[in-house]
């Protein structure tokens, strides 16, 4: 570790590949009386907090990283056994009230940050422990960023709602499914069909009914990259028969068991599942068995298209709208099974044993399962390594099917896979977690029917340099060669592996880093950071400016302009090229490691109350409080790159950073 000192080191010569030789900073005077100079010079990582850092720190520089994030949010931890649900409408974090799992003080502009909105959360660092569930829900694609490391130990969870079991003796048919992020509702199951005009024989009324499942949603793609529209959402099953009777003696299109009491054994079609790489598949459609009649079975659903996109697609750009959830399954169809008449049982339903026609003497109606949601559409991106020893689900929802083995309802489709963004700088050289982009199962009903399944999504991943090995990834892909084989695929059709470009725009274009704690040595009870004096700032960074030879002060007098380079690039995040912040603490007592240092619960390791927010100058770290037992005695820092400023290209890289304290 680099060890905070009195004294102004040296730098080193720049590193190889940049633009000039920047010479070694000249002695500077120690600060009068008991002042001491907290330095970092970037000579090794040392310091550096790599858990939340992505930008590229050693070699006597922190240069700009690949990507990953601001990490303005702060750290996100999600412990084993809980469950964190966030909306990538609108997110406040109301609904999380430990700060141990997030905490606004950690956010770089604090209370600022919030609302999220649109989906992109911006975290320094993300950890799902072992048994912990990160559940995203709402209508954009979750856009999971980590500054610096990410790591999925639990699950990180996407997926398509499954539609559930329906007893087929409620009046309306089961609702469909919610969607993933980004993803399309299953089809609701059809409703019983108007028994009004059978009333007097068992019918219920249902002025208004709709007796045909309707289709699972689609999800459209931007028309530049799909000229034709891609419903995908797999088809709503048809009731059966093509007719229903509108009165008691209207028996044409009914088929009736004339061993069986006279009943008909007829059942409505089954959801199709969602199309997405694949069509869906149509499901298998059945009739209740009868002694003495085998009835017409419904005509076949029809499952979702398959994606007609181009194969750039399968990168999955968020930025050209790309990143999308998959399509609904389709809702089951109504029936009018165990209606039956009066005719002659082991000769002719349609006659009565007095030669007369026959009447319907029971109606009975029947409501339909829903179909399964589509899986959702997640980006999760770590500026540096990417640990996954748990799951992405990105699957579809399963279609709903009867509540038990007496029920009637004729089953849903299952909706298809989404789909899953995965970039780092590095993944971890042994991903033992699984990924899963596979549709769901379609329900189960009566007479072995079973609704459609759904089809896959699209796994993308991406590292910097070069493309990750498959074999990371594709060992515990969802689904396997055995189920893409149903589909007539491969491996290959669902996943695919690139290498990551520097993003120059968009919150990906943003990088950082963050230093471990600053304590001086010397059992200070706390320290007063100093606040500028002519000549003199209170902090400052000597910094690297494109087309310059050696560099240059950042806070205060230099040979370009007549004001400082923080007057000229500003400090506002998401406006200047770099930004740097600060925060304080007070040590509970030795600090067993800088790097990681607790700051909750029973085993914190810092006075409690004392965590301040980020600020932008050291000084506002003394009027945090009055009392001097939470006033900070040590410090921290941040800095974050942003390649989507327009003076984004000045800044070569930093090489020291020094802040003034008084102890006390």
Not at 591 to 619: F, K, N, Q
Not at 627 to 636: G, Q, S, T, Y
């Amino acid at each position: 570790m680099n060890a905070p000192t009195s004294m102004i080191s040296l730098a080193a010569p720049a590193a190889a590949g940049l633009a000039h030789w920047f010479p070694v900073h000249a002695p500077a005077p120690e600060p009068a009386g008991g002042v001491i100079t907290i330095l970092e010079t970037f000579d090794t990582a040392a310091q550096a907090d790599d858990v939340r850092t992505g930008a590229l720190w050693g070699g006597a520089f922190l240069k700009p990283g690949v990507g990953g994030g601001s990490g303005r949010l702060g750290d996100l931890r999600v412990p084993a056994g809980q469950t964190v649900v966030l909306s990538t409408d609108l997110e406040d974090f109301s609904g999380v009230g430990d700060p141990s799992i997030f905490d606004v003080t950690g956010a770089i502009d604090g209370a600022a940050a919030l609302p999220v909105s649109g989906g992109v959360f911006d975290f320094a660092t993300v950890r799902v422990e072992p048994g912990g569930v990160l559940r995203f829900e709402g209508s954009n694609p979750a856009r999971l960023f980590a500054r610096g490391r990410m790591a999925i130990e639990g699950t990180l969870d996407v997926s398509g709602g499954d539609a559930g079991d329906h007893d087929n003796a409620v009046l309306d048919g089961a609702p469909g499914a919610a969607g993933g992020p980004a993803a399309a509702a299953g089809g609701d199951g059809a409703d019983q069909s108007d028994g009004t005009a059978f009333v007097a024989v068992g019918g219920n009324p249902n002025p208004g009914a709709m007796i045909d499942g309707a289709d699972g949603g689609g999800i459209p793609f931007p028309s530049a990259l799909a000229p034709t529209s891609f419903p995908g959402g797999g088809c709503g099953g048809l009731h059966h028969p093509a007719a229903f009777p509108v009165d008691v003696f209207d028996l044409g299109g009914l088929e009736f068991d004339i061993i069986f009491l006279c009943q008909t054994k007829m059942l409505g079609a089954v959801g199709g599942g969602g199309g997405y790489v694949f069509a869906g598949d149509s499901g298998v459609n059945g009739a209740l068995s009868g002694a003495g009649l085998a009835p017409t079975i419904a005509p076949a659903t029809c499952g979702g298209p398959a994606l007609a996109l181009p194969e750039a697609a399968k990168e999955l750009v968020p930025e050209l709208g790309l990143l999308r959830g998959g399509s609904g399954g389709g809702g089951g169809g109504s029936h009018l099974s165990q209606t039956g008449t009066d005719g002659q049982i082991f000769f002719d339903c349609t006659t009565t044993f007095g030669g007369g026609a026959a009447q319907i003497i029971r109606y009975v109606q029947h409501s339909a399962a829903a179909g399964g949601g589509g899986g959702g559409a997640a980006q999760a991106v770590a500026g540096d390594l990417f640990v996954l020893d748990g799951r992405i689900d990105a699957s579809g929802g399963d279609g709903g099917s009867r509540i038990d083995g007496f029920s009637q309802a004729v089953p849903g489709g299952g909706g298809s896979g989404g789909s899953a963004l995965l970039r780092a700088r590095r993944f971890a050289t042994a991903l033992s977690g699984s990924i899963d982009v596979s549709g769901g199962n379609g329900g189960t009903g009566p007479g072995a029917s079973t609704g459609g399944l759904g089809s896959p999504g699209l796994l993308r991943a991406e590292a910097h340099r070069q493309a990750p090995d498959p074999a990371l990834f594709t060992a515990n892909l969802e689904p396997d060669a055995s189920e893409l084989a149903l589909f007539g695929g491969v491996v290959d059709d669902v996943a695919s592996f690139g290498k990551w470009a520097v993003p120059q725009s968009g919150p990906g274009a943003l990088s950082g880093a963050q230093s471990c704690w600053f304590k001086p040595a010397g059992g200070a009870s706390f320290l007063d950071f100093l606040q500028d004096a002519p000549g003199t700032p209170g902090w400052d960074m000597s910094v690297v400016i494109h087309g310059v030879v050696g560099s240059l002060s950042w806070r205060g007098a230099n040979p370009l302009v007549p004001v400082t380079l923080e007057e000229l690039f500003g400090t506002a995040l998401f406006n200047a090229p770099v930004v740097v912040r600060f925060q304080g603490a007070r040590s509970a007592g030795a600090l067993a490691d800088p790097c990681d240092v607790e700051l909750y619960g029973a085993g914190a390791e810092i006075v409690p109350g004392s965590l301040t927010g980020w600020v932008t100058h050291p000084s506002q770290l003394d009027t945090f409080t009055a009392d001097p037992a939470k006033k900070p005695d040590m410090v921290r820092f941040q800095i974050v790159f942003d390649r989507n400023s327009p003076f984004a290209n000045a800044i070569v890289a930093i090489d020291d950073l020094t802040i003034l304290a008084d102890p006390q």
